[in-house]
């Protein structure tokens, strides 16, 4: 207890002033220090902000930038787009006319075909390797030729108006994506420091794995809209071709077609010519066949009527071999009726022979008569064909241009 009521030790005077600058100066100290800090603090929240301002001022500018890059691209994109659709609608048209002058010549081949059919039942000599059938061949040939060739160029057209919509997808794909890229930079723009929605994204302050240089970004719209350019012109090329080749296939067509109904014309005329020469000389034949039958009816009422004169001559000289005796003489009555005898028979072989004649040339009329009675049938056939069932078949035939 004693112990605990002793009192503590003092210090001396100079210890307390001693302790009191030390405490003086260990405030001032930190005070200063702490200044300095404060200083040191005001600086770098001035200088940080100043870079804060000017940096996200930077980045607002190169999303403006962006921003205006993408438009630029995507409008390149859309003129792009809005070319290759307008051309592939109008390849389209043409692949219509394509499709419609295949169609065309579908029928007149049918007909050259089947007129060569038809004609091919002709008879006798009219069944000939005329100029008709010359250019028929050569219409089908011209046909056909042409058919293939517009065969080919509608796989071409086709594979063109491909090639144009693939190109075409390329474009609207990378479209898609600059609108999106344009939409999202669009709201970064809009981004400020007292937006709303802003916060705190983890792991973002990076680059991604599968992000493209920008040089590769470009090349990637510049390819679509070279392959596009392409396309384009290649269709347009293609245009021109088509309409270079239906107008030529169709003045070929046209040409030919007017040809072989030329050829047929002429040929009908000149079958019809054919057939009023024979019909002339049928007349002329059948005149001379009734001339010639008259000519034999006369011979025969000429032999018919020497058969009483040499009966009276050889019943006289039959009845003067019955004179008696002395006077069954030869007088000149005798020579004469022997004469008459001989020259009557003589007249009657002579009569005989020109009715064989005449019946020989009888036959002769009626053969002939046949033979161009059969050839104007056969003419007759020969215009049933052409003039009817060919040049009226033919002229349900139209070309158009398309």
């Known amino acids: 207890m004693a112990k605990l009521l002793q009192?503590?030790?003092?210090?001396?005077?100079?210890?307390?002033?001693?302790?009191?600058?030390?405490?003086?100066?260990?405030?001032?100290?930190?005070?200063?220090?702490?200044?300095?800090?404060?200083?040191?603090?005001?600086?770098?929240?001035?200088?940080?902000?100043?870079?804060?301002?000017?940096?996200?001022?930077?980045?607002?500018?190169?999303?403006?930038?962006?921003?205006?890059?993408?438009?630029?691209?995507?409008?390149?994109?859309?003129?792009?787009?809005?070319?290759?659709?307008?051309?592939?609608?109008?390849?389209?048209t043409f692949k219509t006319r394509l499709e419609k002058a295949l169609e065309s010549c579908k029928e007149p081949l049918v007909v050259a075909q089947q007129c060569l059919l038809n004609r091919e039942r002709r008879v006798g000599i009219d069944l000939v390797h005329d100029e008709v059938e010359q250019e028929l061949v050569k219409e089908a040939e011209v046909l056909q030729g042409v058919i293939a060739l517009l065969e080919r160029t509608l796989e071409q057209t086709n594979e063109q108006i491909r090639l144009n919509r693939s190109a075409k997808y390329k474009l609207e794909m990378d479209l898609r994506d600059k609108f999106t890229a344009l939409m999202i930079d669009d709201y970064c723009a809009s981004l400020t420091n007292n937006t709303p929605d802003i916060r705190y994204a983890n792991n973002v302050v990076k680059i991604e794995a599968n992000s493209v240089s920008l040089e590769d970004w470009i090349d990637f719209s510049n390819v679509n809209i070279e392959k596009a350019d392409k396309q384009r012109n290649s269709s347009l090329a293609l245009r021109a071709l088509i309409d270079c080749i239906l107008s030529q296939t169709l003045n070929d067509v046209r040409k030919q077609f007017e040809t072989v109904n030329v050829a047929f014309r002429n040929r009908v005329k000149e079958v019809k010519d054919a057939k009023h020469k024979l019909e002339t000389l049928l007349a002329v034949v059948m005149d001379e066949t009734a001339s010639q039958e008259k000519n034999i009816a006369a011979l025969e009422k000429a032999i018919t009527d020497k058969e009483g004169p040499v009966q009276v001559a050889q019943t006289r000289l039959e009845a003067r071999t019955y004179r008696p005796n002395v006077e069954?003489?030869?007088?000149?009555?005798?020579?004469?009726?022997?004469?008459?005898?001989?020259?009557?028979?003589?007249?009657?072989?002579?009569?005989?022979?020109?009715?064989?004649?005449?019946?020989?040339?009888?036959?002769?009329?009626?053969?002939?008569?046949?033979?161009?009675?059969?050839?104007?049938?056969?003419?007759?056939?020969?215009?049933?064909?052409?003039?009817?069932?060919?040049?009226?078949?033919?002229?349900?035939?139209?070309?158009?241009?398309?």
């Open 7 to 92: 009192a503590l030790p003092k210090c001396l005077p100079p210890d307390w002033h001693i302790a009191n600058k030390m405490q003086c100066a260990s405030t001032e100290s930190q005070k200063s220090s702490s200044e300095r800090v404060t200083a040191e603090s005001q600086r770098l929240v001035d200088e940080t902000e100043k870079t804060t301002q000017k940096t996200q001022s930077d980045v607002n500018k190169k999303i403006e930038q962006r921003l205006e890059e993408i438009k630029f691209w995507k409008q390149e994109l859309d003129d792009k787009l809005e070319q290759i659709v307008n051309e592939t609608e109008v390849l389209l």
């Open 328 to 402: 069954l003489c030869c007088d000149t009555v005798q020579y004469r009726l022997i004469s008459e005898v001989q020259e009557i028979t003589n007249n009657i072989q002579r009569l005989k022979d020109t009715l064989a004649q005449a019946e020989a040339q009888l036959k002769g009329l009626s053969r002939r008569q046949l033979s161009l009675e059969e050839e104007i049938q056969v003419k007759e056939n020969t215009l049933y064909i052409d003039e009817v069932l060919c040049m009226q078949m033919r002229e349900s035939v139209s070309i158009n241009s398309f």
